[in-house]
């Protein structure tokens, strides 16, 4: 096909739309309910272009053989303008209005002559999610998430003309909803209507608080991540200007949440080998994502009994804290505050659980988001680029490689195998980089040897796919022995509380650079790291033993509500 | 008028003699055009639809000054049941969804009675609740699976990808009501219905060949003292003129398209307070989905209103006119590709009732 | 297999299952939603957004007396607008105020315009309206 784009001639095999093209010969056209990785249906119309003096929304349309496009001229920029001006009056502020034009190459305008008239009330009922839709253009993005690709249905239209809102399932609070905070609606958000539930600036009073040990702990996602929100380009690792940057904001220690990673590695690797020796709740279900655990309490509780009971290794890493490193530093455990910064948000609502507790003292007292993290360092007025590399503190850390590769999608199973294959053989796996687990896909499958036995393992992320999964396990309940599942798209890297954008190709990066981590660390698995082996040593005894399960393990409960 | 003539399913006996794909010939030969406002032909529809594994009859007539669906309801349903069976003898179709509006509930009994005695094909009959927009032939297709009342992207068109995503063939109900009157040896493609109401002795539907003139039409209804034509609320208007031929193409040379429903004003009303009402409308029947339609239509009418208090501001009107412009240009669907047309054949034709109330 | 698709409502007319409730209680509840929900395989919140995008179903129960004045262009241009502010004098309400004897709630076109001004009550029709017939109408409703 021939096609003619602003007086360029281009030869195109593949079918694509017009904004496809556009993107790949480096023309820029706004673009506002655009996403790469959702289904365009071309509702805002700012990203209209000319094709034979008629004017068409560019990214809902495909090209043809002898198009001519034009995708700026006099009429065009009068469309976006008024387009711009009905938009306006919906970002947050007048400032955020203007940077998204100047970052989508939008025409600049004057003043705003309209007034927003939407009237929903903030809706702050979860500790997750806020929903503040005042500021809300019905681009469409939080409801294809939650519907195609979560398929849990929180949000929903309400209404027609223009008196359509974007809202919450029968118009209910959202925590009466069945929104498991996976927050994939507030990433995609371009104007914030949908953000996470903001804690930082509590924390920040609280860092000035000279009589409270403040800790942050950092997941293995927010290291490859965090440099995007200062300009850096996706997949570039930060982790040594993060801690120095934490350190700076003022917390007392900064410990490597790898390192929780790690212990519930010995845990699970062991509950999986207690599991297929008595032959009982099999497939064991990975349990560390809090959003596939409110899923499924909301939507199969009858599959509880298969879930992991250990906890997430955030909560492992609080709550050893609490009692391990409250004993070892002598501070009263009710004057330290653990701080997890996590890629999550339904983390939030986690480490608010009667469960996740011991004692009545909270293994975790706050999480903050990766984007809440670059908020407070910047409110410090610190560039991350500029810092120099520290290490993480000790005596809790840092984590083994098997940590690091939590982030990704594949991550926890192949960390599990390498540690469950050294406990039932006594040898370490011969390739240690189980390339079979990895992969974009969200449904994997794979069978791996131990010893002399085979085991079926299920790779998931996405909530749609823990459907298809649990719907497979209605009819062939012993086929797996293993399932590893993510809510979000891509695993943890990809998580609801990542920094925006976020799509498959900037994962991608993410991913890659979490396994180079993991390659260049000293301790590539859980049970080798001296640190993991030292705990046990000293105070937890074995895994699975009578400390580990007060401390580290956790139960479940049918939380189902309206129906499906 | 022959949209009233009984024809007894004896013209589906004649149309079953020939091999669908000859009917379809027949039917493309005819001239036949689309009735439900797109003016399409529909032998080349049936081509491009067929092999059809479902058929829409659209009787969810909302357009306003529109009121032809309802007299063949009236009249002569049986007529509409046979072209239903000749289409899906044609389409080699074996179900046929006849979508009503949620107000023509009344006629579901006499059509299901008609059907059972009479239809050789299987025809459900679904009925609407009360929204514009399903008129329209995609969001029909969400309406029937049960989905939001919203228009789809085209393409696909609903004859590549339609109802439950299998071939679909959508035809307006005098289209499907004029297809047994081929047969008829004074068949004429020009003939069609027009609703006429407003400022005439008697509204009502009339039937009549697409051509005539204004003024034909002007005394045959009894106009009194005609000022201002409007086309329905998607079709434009144009100060009444005795030489007017009413045609699509005519009516295209004027800025206009052609509707069939034609609203006679006389010079007591006020232009502008009809364009707020034809405003009103599309603000309150579009779907929503859009932007520059939901929000376009909106910020209109607000503009609109101003002029129930006071006058509007140069600067009010220049965004009036922008907003004109620019709403069926980001729009989607046909409803917001036409909801200004009124609008800027107004300002157009009657530019001294507008300027009266700028400051 | 997805537990959520259209595809399995194939035949299954929702639209028609949401009328017949409308029709019975003259609104749609939560628990009516619910049990739509494992009827259909749909999630809750499809089946409230395919309900509030018609103009016929209600969330929550109506007045007894539901009357709508068609401001549509034809019936606009003889006077609709002013019926429906002298509706709104005689009963002493504004239009979309609830009570629960009655509710002016506002129209599009019925496709009457050859016989406007037109109005409905509950589905009752009234055609070619003066300021004289509404009240005489109102006045036989037991309205006035």
């Known amino acids: ?564 | 008028m022959q949209i009233k003539r009984k024809t007894n399913f004896e013209n589906f006996k004649v149309a079953k003699k020939l091999s669908p794909e000859a009917l379809i010939k027949k039917v493309e030969k005819s001239g036949l055009m689309g009735r439900g406002g797109a003016n399409f032909p529909t032998g080349l529809k049936w081509k491009m639809s067929r092999p059809a594994k479902y058929l829409i009859c659209n009787a969810d007539e909302s357009e306003p000054g529109r009121f032809k669906d309802k007299f063949v309801l009236d009249n002569n349903p049986e007529i509409v049941i046979e072209g239903i069976n000749i289409a899906m003898y044609a389409l080699s179709t074996k179900q046929c969804f006849f979508y009503l509006r949620e107000e023509f509930k009344k006629y579901k009994e006499k059509l299901e009675k008609i059907i059972k005695e009479k239809s050789k094909y299987k025809i459900t009959i679904v009925i609407g609740a009360g929204s514009y927009i399903c008129g329209e032939e995609t969001a029909i297709l969400n309406s029937i699976e049960g989905k939001r009342a919203e228009t789809r992207h085209k393409p696909p068109y609903p004859s590549e990808r339609g109802l439950y995503d299998e071939k679909t063939c959508v035809n307006n109900i005098e289209t499907l009501a004029r297809i047994p009157l081929i047969f008829e040896d004074d068949f004429d493609n020009e003939l069609t219905l027009f609703s006429v109401s407003g400022d005439v002795q008697s509204p009502g539907v009339y039937e009549e060949r697409q051509g005539i003139t204004l003024k034909y039409l002007a005394e045959k209804v009894g106009a009194i003292d005609p000022y201002a034509i409007f086309f329905g609320a998607s079709g434009g208007c144009i100060p009444f003129q005795q030489d007017l031929i009413l045609s699509y193409k005519e009516m295209e040379k004027t800025g206009n398209f052609f509707q069939t429903g034609i609203m006679f004003f006389n010079n007591e009303k006020s232009v502008p307070d009809i364009c707020r009402s034809i405003i009103q409308f599309f603000n309150e029947e579009n779907c929503g989905k859009c932007l520059p339609c939901r929000e376009g239509n909106f910020r209109l009418l607000q503009l609109f209103q101003v002029i129930l208090k006071r006058k509007w501001t140069k600067e009010e009107f220049q965004i009036i006119q922008d907003l004109i412009d620019f709403v069926p240009n980001g729009s989607q669907c046909g409803l917001g590709k036409s909801s200004t047309i009124a609008l800027k054949s107004a300002i157009k034709y009657f530019k001294n009732e507008f300027d009266k109330l700028i400051e | 297999m997805l537990k959520y698709s259209y595809k399995i409502n194939f035949m299954k007319f929702l639209l028609e299952y949401l009328q017949k409730i409308q029709n019975k209680n003259g609104f749609i509840s939560e628990s009516d939603i619910l049990e739509a929900s494992k009827q259909f395989q749909l999630s809750p919140a499809e089946i409230f957004e395919t309900i509030s995008s018609y103009e016929k179903f209600n969330l929550w129960t109506t007045s007894e007396k539901v009357i709508k004045i068609c401001d549509s262009p034809i019936c606009h241009s003889k006077g609709g607008e002013n019926l429906i502010k002298l509706a709104e004098k005689l009963l002493n309400t504004k239009i979309g105020t609830y009570n629960k004897k009655f509710i002016i709630e506002s129209c599009q076109c019925l496709g009457e315009c050859d016989k406007g001004p037109v109005m409905t009550i509950n589905d009752e029709l009234f055609t070619n309206l003066n300021e004289e017939k509404l009240k005489q109408i109102f006045k036989d409703q037991k309205l006035i």
């Open chain 1, 1 to 564: 096909m021939l096609v003619t784009i602003d007086g360029k001639k281009i030869k195109v095999n593949k079918k694509c739309t017009i904004l496809e093209l556009a993107t790949k010969n480096g023309i820029k056209i706004p673009t506002l309910c655009y996403h790469p990785d959702l289904r365009s249906d071309g509702k805002c119309g700012v990203c209209v272009v000319e094709v034979n003096g008629k004017l068409m929304t560019s990214c809902n349309n495909d090209i043809s053989d002898g198009m001519i496009i034009q995708t700026t001229n006099e009429r065009i920029i009068k469309q976006r303008k008024i387009n711009a001006q009905l938009v306006g009056c919906n970002f947050e502020d007048e400032e955020e209005f203007r940077k998204w034009l100047k970052l989508s190459n939008m025409p600049d305008i004057d003043e705003l002559k309209f007034k927003p008239h939407a009237s929903q009330e903030l809706d702050d009922s979860s500790h997750d999610i806020v929903m503040d839709f005042k500021n809300c253009v019905l681009c469409g993005r939080c409801i294809q998430k939650c519907r195609d690709i979560q398929t849990v249905n929180a949000i929903c239209y309400k209404g027609r003309a223009n008196a359509t809102v974007v809202t919450k399932s029968l118009g209910k609070k959202l925590i009466d909803t069945n929104c498991v905070g996976c927050g994939q609606c507030s990433l995609v958000c371009p104007t914030n209507a949908i953000r996470e539930k903001e804690s930082y600036k509590e924390i920040k009073k609280l860092l000035k608080d000279p009589k409270k040990h403040i800790i942050a702990q950092t997941a293995p996602s927010i290291r490859v991540a965090l440099g995007e929100e200062f300009g850096l380009e996706a997949g570039i690792s930060v982790t040594g200007q993060m801690v120095s940057a934490l350190k700076k904001v003022g917390f007392k220690k900064v410990f490597d949440t790898n390192f929780g990673a790690d212990l519930t590695i010995m845990e699970e690797a062991s509950e999986l080998i207690e599991r297929i020796r008595k032959n009982k709740d099999l497939p064991l279900i990975t349990s560390c994502c809090p959003a596939w655990i409110n899923f499924i309490e909301t939507f199969y509780p009858e599959y509880l009994n298969h879930l992991s009971s250990c906890k997430s290794p955030h909560q492992m890493f609080g709550a050893l804290i609490k009692t391990y490193y409250a004993q070892k530093t002598k501070i009263n455990p009710r004057d330290i505050i653990v701080v997890s910064i996590m890629p999550c948000t339904a983390k939030k609502y986690e480490s608010c659980r009667e469960e996740m507790s011991v004692g009545g003292i909270r293994d975790v007292d706050f999480v903050i988001t990766t984007r809440e993290c670059a908020k407070l360092i910047k409110s410090f007025n610190i560039d991350l680029k500029l810092e120099k590399k520290m290490q993480f503190d000790n005596p809790m850390g840092p984590g083994s490689g098997g940590g690091a590769i939590f982030a990704s999608s594949g991550g926890v199973m192949e960390s599990a195998i390498r540690t469950a294959h050294y406990f039932l053989t006594g040898k370490e796996y011969s390739a240690i980089d189980f390339k079979v687990l990895r992969g974009n896909s969200g449904f994997r499958e794979a069978s791996i040897k131990i010893g002399n036995k085979t085991l079926n393992l299920a790779i998931i992320h996405s909530l749609k796919n823990a459907r298809k999964i649990l719907e497979i396990l209605k009819k062939t309940r012993h086929k797996y022995h293993f399932i590893e599942i993510m809510a979000c798209p891509g695993g943890c890297i990809g998580g609801g509380g990542q920094p925006k954008p976020t799509s498959k190709e900037i994962i991608k990066k993410r991913a890659k650079a979490s396994y180079e981590e993991d390659k260049s660390l000293e301790f590539r698995q859980a049970h080798k790291n001296p640190n993991i082996i030292k705990v046990y040593m000293e105070f937890l005894g074995k895994p699975l033993g009578k400390l580990s399960k007060k401390l580290l393990h956790t139960k479940y409960s049918d939380k189902s509500k309206c129906g499906l």
